[in-house]
Every structure is written in C-alpha cells, then in structure tokens.
C-alpha cells in the first residue's frame, strides 16, 4: 500500500470502565480513552462510532490510523483528520529517527530525556540492516487548536559502527519540521511513528512513559489502579453494590528469554530464542488505590482474608501480599 507493513485494524479500549453494559451500540461502554494503534484500515462506520465517541472521550492515535477505508484503499488524508488535529501531507523515511519532545506537557513529562530514541536493527540482518518502515513517521500537518509536543530527528548517517556490522543507531543529525507528537483540548494524543510496535520490540522506558502519559492524560486517572515493585494484572468489575479485583502474579522466578542479535529461524546452529521456564511465581507486596468509591470492606473469598482499608487525599487504598493468584471482594458504601 504505502510501504508500510501490513496495517492493523485492531482496536483497543483503555480507561475508567469496570464494566460493559449488554448494548447494541458501539462505544457506550464508559472507556475513558480509545487506543488506536495504527489502525489505518477504518469503515465508515467505524469512523463513525470513534467520531461520536471522541465528543466525550479521548483518543490515542498513532501513524497512519484512518488512511485507508475497509476495502483498502488509500485516501488522501486521514478519515479521523479533526479528531486526531492532524491532517497527512506523506511520509517520513528514516531507516532510522528520533524524536525530540518538550517535556512540559503531562503527555511527555514522565519521559526520561528530550531526546527519544525511534527505531530497532533488524534481527536477522542478512539482507537489510532495519526492519522495514521501523523508524518512519506520517508527515502531518497540525490542525488549528492542536499544539504540537515534538519533531521528527532525522540520523546523522545511515548507520553507526559501536557494534559489528553497524547494527547500532546512528547519531541525532538534524531536526525537522515535521510533528511527532501532537496533542488536541481536550483529550486527543497523537504519534506520528510506530509507537506500540517499537514499545513491544524494545521495552524502552521512553517509550512506556508516553504511553502511559498520553493514556492518562486522555482518559483520566482510572478509578481502580494497583502499584507494585513486581510485574501483576489487574482486572475490575462492578456488580451490585461491589467491586471485584482479580489478581494474577506475573513475577517469576528464572523467567530468562535470551535472543541475542539474530532472530533467524534458519540458522543451523541454534534456535532463533531460548527461554529458561519459570519453577513458581515470586510473592509480591501490591497496593490497590480507588478512586470515587467507598469500600467499607475488603476480603478474599478464597482465603477468607479480610484486608484493612487506608484512606487518604480521597483514596481508598488496600495492601495484599499476591502469592500467585487472589480475588478482592470490595462492598461498597
């Protein structure tokens, strides 16, 4: 199509809800923000339904989300163009690039650095150096009421030699004109690169941290959120003057995954990754804050533990020891 790698047409909800009514109608269950993460395949319905759903709530948007229509086709500009406050003017191909962001902004300011590093070495590295598209960006043009948080940085080189071959990323060369992070009052956030795709590749601090802002500053501070030194999910549901908080533990002990520089399934010397398996899951202290709720109880229906509540600065907050998996009944005020 463009260039790009295949499109996704997923489309992934984030924010206050803790249920979901039995409705017909799309985009009626409470999410406070909708993630689209290069969802550049969007019928006309679907664009539609976000539409109606962003006059209330937040979007985050990466790329080129709504370039194309449901047969494919490429369009001229973007179908969400007013929602997102970006309009598309091409590309930016980079086999490499950065990003510079002001930090001024609860979208930007968890960031480590100014500077963000955009792009990965290809893991196979036998025909190309880069994975294809990894580090380029959509060339937008901000819309009047948008405020753009950062530019594209275009290399210094193609590559750069602190490894072998030149696998490593090249130097900050010159800043562009051209918006990577553009964010719309109230509640619309937009990334013009791959942001979830180099986040799932890499793991980078920078890049969680943009997330994360640009969720919570879209969607609002969720009303149930659990903190940890360990790794654990969280999943809540209201029914009938209750909440339920389901725990799993995701904290394991020997949990190795060793993939080296290569990820080539055809190498006759060994396999493309390794992984040690975990033997048990490692307990871990977590702390579950509420937020507009009033619990008067909190136990567990499977160890028959009753939790203490701490209130303070209008949160309610309860402490659990996770060992591996555990179920938090909340009876609320």
């Known amino acids: 199509m463009l260039g790009l790698r295949e499109p996704r047409q997923s489309i992934i909800a984030s924010g206050r809800a803790l249920r979901v009514p039995h409705r017909r109608e799309v985009f009626t269950v409470g999410y406070g923000a909708l993630v689209l993460p290069y969802a550049a395949s969007l019928s006309s319905r679907g664009v539609e339904n976000v539409k109606r759903y962003a006059t209330e709530h937040g979007i985050v948007a990466t790329c080129l989300t709504s370039i194309m229509n449901e047969d494919g086709e490429v369009l001229e500009d ?149 903190r940890s030194s360990g790794l654990f999910l969280l999943e809540a549901y209201e029914r009938n003057g209750q909440l339920i908080a389901r725990l799993l533990n995701h904290t394991y002990d020997r949990r190795l995954i060793d993939r080296g520089n290569v990820d080539d399934p055809l190498m006759w010397h060994s396999t493309a990754e390794t992984v040690m398996p975990p033997r048990r899951a490692v307990p871990i202290e977590v702390e579950i804050e509420m937020r507009g709720f009033e619990p008067v109880r909190a136990r567990s229906p499977l160890t028959n533990r009753v939790f203490p509540i701490e209130r303070r600065d209008g949160i309610a907050a309860v402490g659990v020891r996770l060992e591996e998996y555990e179920l938090i009944v909340l009876d609320l005020k």
Not at 162 to 184: H, I, M, Q
Not at 211 to 220: A, D, E, K, N
Request: aromatic residues 12%; glycine residues 10%.
């Open 78 to 226: 973007f179908q969400l163009s007013e929602e997102m406050g970006v309009s598309y003017r091409g590309l930016v191909r980079c086999s490499w690039s950065y990003v510079v962001v002001n930090r001024d902004h609860p979208v930007t300011c968890g960031a480590p650095d100014e500077i963000v590093f955009w792009g990965d070495f290809d893991r196979v590295f036998r025909e190309r150096r880069t994975p294809p598209s990894i580090a380029w960006h959509a060339r937008v043009e901000p819309l009047e009421g948008a405020r753009v948080l950062g530019f594209v940085g275009e290399p210094a080189s193609d590559y750069w030699f602190e490894y072998e071959n030149g696998r490593a990323p090249p130097l900050l060369g010159s800043l562009t004109k051209s918006p990577a992070v553009v964010v719309k009052e109230p509640k619309t956030v937009y990334f013009s690169g791959q942001l979830g795709r180099l986040y799932w590749r890499l793991g980078l601090q920078h890049h969680e941290q943009l997330i994360l802002g640009s969720v919570l500053w879209s969607g609002g501070h969720p009303p149930l959120r659990g």
